[in-house]
């Protein structure tokens, strides 16, 4: 059976061969440390659990919404997004998804043409690169600078815009560098992008995952509405990433059309799903802030022991729970990863995944590890350091 060239060129990541590793360990009564997946290590707030079981139980769950999704919950989501000091319509602006991914793949359905280049600011999150291929996109890789922090900058993204440039990606904070990219530098990079009629594509899932500055969205900019396109995810600020429930924001235009892709892919996101959201927001929009002063511990935690090892070297995040460690001596990220869990086994994502300016890294992620399973890890990568990779 044919399958396009488009699929065909889709590198799916190996998380579940990482993942099959650690379980066949733990079956063996190993103690294996996981610092792979992006998940929160904290429960859902109460409200939104006993939200999801009344609606599961109301008949006007099991029924379709509206393809945007459910009046109550985008009101919801646009008067979050007023205390940031953006001003959206409801009924015209917004629209609920089956999770973050879903949001970007409905986005670049919607608005890239086969053959367009979108430009990926490097890192980057893998399956915004894998969306980019299944439509038929070029991705181009824009590498940013390890010793700012991995912080987007236009001067660095510039040389990779030309002619063919459909979009631009940005990730803020980022998955997976944690890196934010500060108000004045989206403001010039999406003020430039609309001078080349560039559309900007910010990914916000982790908006509420800033430890040293406030959270702040594109939606804030004066002129979005010309060239900007949010879309995020609800499910590290509560911690349910297995809901599925994330939103797409654009100018009434953009919509309008990408209704038509929604009604295709999913009709709607999950009724009950939407109802808890809703309710989550009402009661607790603020809810991921209880966490923050323990995910900045661990990070500084984190960030101080890789510190201390020789030969390594990470990059202090400024948001979201993710660290991102150069390991002296790796050049095959993807073979230092598969050995570390043979070897130590501790669970990391390789470099080469967020593409190939991160190929001597490892991503740790702290969001679900405790303090003292973060230095039994450090203590672990020291000495798989210490033995040569």
Aim: net charge negative; with cysteine.
């Amino acid at each position: 059976m044919h399958i396009p060239k488009r699929v065909r060129d889709i590198e799916l990541p190996q998380f579940d061969l990482l993942n099959d590793i650690a379980t066949s360990w733990r079956h063996k009564g190993v103690d294996v440390i996981t610092l792979g997946q992006g998940l929160p290590g904290f429960d859902p707030p109460r409200v939104a659990v006993d939200a999801l079981r009344a609606a599961v139980g109301d008949g006007a769950s099991h029924i379709y919404s509206a393809d945007a999704g459910l009046p109550e919950l985008r009101s919801a989501l646009t008067r979050s997004f007023t205390s940031l000091g953006a001003s959206l319509d409801p009924d015209t602006e917004v629209i609920i998804t089956a999770g973050g991914n879903q949001a970007f793949q409905l986005a670049l359905t919607t608005l890239i043409d086969p053959g367009d280049e979108v430009v990926l600011a490097s890192p980057f999150f893998l399956n915004h690169e894998m969306a980019i291929r299944s439509v038929g996109g070029v991705p181009i890789e824009a590498p940013m600078k390890a010793s700012c922090g991995f912080m987007p900058a236009w001067d660095d993204l510039l040389p990779h815009i030309g002619p063919r440039t459909r979009a631009l990606v940005l990730v803020t904070p980022s998955n997976p560098t944690g890196a934010i990219t500060p108000p004045h530098v989206l403001g010039q990079i999406v003020s430039e992008c609309a001078a080349r009629a560039v559309i900007v594509l910010v990914d916000e899932t982790y908006l509420r995952f800033a430890y040293d500055s406030e959270p702040f969205t594109a939606l804030s900019l004066p002129q979005w509405r010309d060239n900007v396109v949010v879309v995020g995810s609800f499910s590290k600020q509560f911690a349910i990433t297995g809901w599925r429930c994330g939103y797409l924001v654009a100018s009434g235009d953009v919509i309008a059309e990408a209704l038509k892709i929604q009604d295709v892919m999913v009709i709607c996101a999950p009724v009950p799903v939407q109802r808890a959201v809703a309710a989550t927001l009402e009661a607790e929009p603020d809810y991921a802030n209880r966490w923050l002063p323990e995910l900045r511990a661990r990070r500084d935690l984190l960030v101080d022991a890789l510190t201390a090892i020789p030969g390594v070297t990470p990059v202090k995040p400024s948001g979201a729970f993710f660290v991102m460690a150069a390991f002296e001596g790796m050049h095959d990220s993807r073979r230092a990863a598969m050995d570390l869990i043979e070897q130590q086994q501790v669970v990391a994502i390789p470099g080469a995944f967020f593409g190939h300016s991160a190929q001597g890294y490892l991503r740790l992620s702290y969001g679900a590890a405790s303090k003292e399973r973060l230095r039994e890890a450090a203590a672990r990568l020291a000495e798989f350091q210490r033995q040569g990779l």
